[in-house]
């Protein structure tokens, strides 16, 4: 099968019992890097020399159909350089070919960036989505963000140090100054900082510079309470700028969360009252 191995984000002390055991068992691993997992091996104390193959972003094309090939003959260990494979990192690919071929893949648990920042960042963790990295063009970033502008769900972002002052600046443009958000800099490491508070302020506290791995966790959207005459208003100048009836109804009732059903009764019966008698 593919064992997809999650491994320590910062601190080695996160290194659980059976990834330890998982590492000593192992016949072949496919790495991110194989020099970086050749040193994790080495910090755990794991006597086992298992074969390392390289496996990153531009071989898994390439690559994956062997690795699915050995795998069906004996277990090969998926790592990627820090947490769970294919979050943000090369797998992906093995994982699917690997479905497709009904090829057993399996996971161990284990730290998860997205999930530990998350959970420290103080803002609600019910709902959520992940977004991984933004696009480096200021453009593009901004283009992406105003499509996310109002999404009620807490967002995850990774992001580089050297784009993270750019980046909320771009989020406090798209989103609103004054949204909550937190900035999650070197989790489970010895300088671990956590720094909250509006979009604006940690802009402006990025623009001195900061270093190490980076996860931004924003705020959900406030919820748009509009009132179905406003509703309906909004569906009858997109039908007067062209859009179809039944379009602009489910895009309004979309948007504004109402019954998309009531909202295109009511604008017949408004296009009824118009119509000459």
Avoid at 124 to 134: K, M, N, Q, S
């Amino acid at each position: 099968m593919i064992l997809l191995a999650a491994t320590p984000i910062g601190n080695l002390g996160d290194a659980s019992l059976r990834l330890r055991e998982t590492f000593e068992a192992a016949t072949v691993i496919a790495a991110e890097d194989t020099r970086h997992t050749a040193q994790l091996l080495r910090l755990l104390g794991i006597e086992n020399r298992p074969e390392l193959l390289a496996l990153h972003d531009h071989n898994e094309h390439e690559k994956a159909a062997a690795l699915v090939e050995r795998a069906e003959a004996e277990d090969v260990v998926l790592v990627s350089d820090a947490g769970m494979p294919t979050v943000s990192d090369p797998g992906f690919r093995v994982v699917q070919l690997a479905a497709e071929r009904g090829v057993a893949v399996s996971a161990i648990p284990g730290p998860s960036a997205v999930i530990t920042a998350l959970a420290v960042a103080g803002l609600p963790t019910d709902r959520f989505a992940f977004e991984g990295f933004l696009p480096r063009k200021s453009g593009e970033r901004s283009r992406a963000l105003a499509a996310l502008a109002a999404e009620r769900r807490t967002l995850v972002f990774f992001e580089a140090p050297t784009r993270l002052a750019a980046s909320l600046a771009d989020l406090a443009a798209e989103f609103g100054a004054d949204r909550p958000a937190a900035v999650c800099r070197e989790l489970t490491k010895l300088h671990e900082e956590v720094r909250r508070g509006t979009l604006a302020e940690l802009a402006d506290w990025a623009a001195e510079g900061v270093r190490g791995e980076i996860v931004v966790v924003v705020g959900g959207a406030p919820e748009v309470v509009v009132s179905a005459d406003t509703a309906l208003a909004e569906v009858q100048q997109r039908v007067a700028e062209g859009e179809r009836l039944k379009d602009a109804t489910r895009s309004v009732a979309e948007a504004t969360g109402l019954s998309a059903r009531e909202l295109y009764a009511a604008a017949l019966d408004a296009r009824s009252a118009a119509a000459p008698s």
